[in-house]
């Protein structure tokens, strides 16, 4: 009796927790959408800053200000040519994805189009940035 009554109470327990890992997961993945649409904002601030001359489209990326994501080490970081000049990581629990490894961010405020996908659990965000370079969640 005693050991069934246990187990009732450990289900019940199981029971009432198990939904808070949907509110954990739907948390993480907003938050970690509002940092990254901080973060591009941020290097698109910047690249108004950047040189004329190395900015121009059409020409080698060389002195643009881009945001680089390497999936496999939870983490992205703004950079420009090689030199990385701030990186930033992401939870283990947290996934993102981009359909392009790089977004450049040019002076004029423009961009290279591009999506971030960043889900957690069964819970999905996306954050598009469109080529003249304005930023939005969905």
């Given at each position: 009796?005693?050991i069934?009554?246990?187990v009732?109470?450990?289900?019940?327990?199981?029971?009432g927790?198990?939904p808070?890992?949907?509110?954990?997961?739907?948390?993480?993945?907003?938050?970690?959408?509002?940092?990254?649409?901080?973060r591009?904002?941020?290097?698109?601030e910047?690249?108004?800053?950047?040189d004329?001359?190395?900015?121009?489209?059409?020409?080698?990326y060389?002195?643009?200000?881009?945001?680089?994501?390497?999936?496999?080490?939870h983490?992205?970081?703004?950079?420009?040519?090689?030199?990385?000049?701030?990186k930033?990581?992401?939870g283990?629990?947290?996934n993102?994805?981009?359909?392009?490894?790089?977004?450049?961010?040019?002076?004029?405020g423009e961009?290279?189009?591009g999506?971030?996908?960043?889900y957690s659990?069964?819970?999905?965000r996306?954050?598009?940035?469109?080529?003249?370079?304005?930023?939005r969640?969905?």
């Amino acid at each position: 009796m005693e050991i069934i009554l246990a187990v009732v109470v450990i289900s019940i327990i199981i029971g009432g927790i198990m939904p808070l890992f949907s509110v954990i997961h739907r948390f993480r993945t907003d938050c970690e959408a509002v940092l990254l649409c901080q973060r591009l904002k941020y290097v698109r601030e910047i690249s108004s800053e950047a040189d004329a001359f190395a900015t121009v489209p059409g020409r080698k990326y060389e002195g643009i200000p881009r945001i680089y994501i390497a999936q496999d080490n939870h983490r992205y970081w703004y950079r420009r040519g090689n030199k990385i000049i701030k990186k930033w990581d992401y939870g283990t629990d947290i996934n993102i994805s981009c359909n392009r490894p790089e977004i450049f961010f040019y002076r004029n405020g423009e961009a290279t189009a591009g999506t971030y996908t960043i889900y957690s659990g069964n819970k999905i965000r996306r954050v598009i940035i469109d080529r003249v370079g304005r930023i939005r969640i969905e």
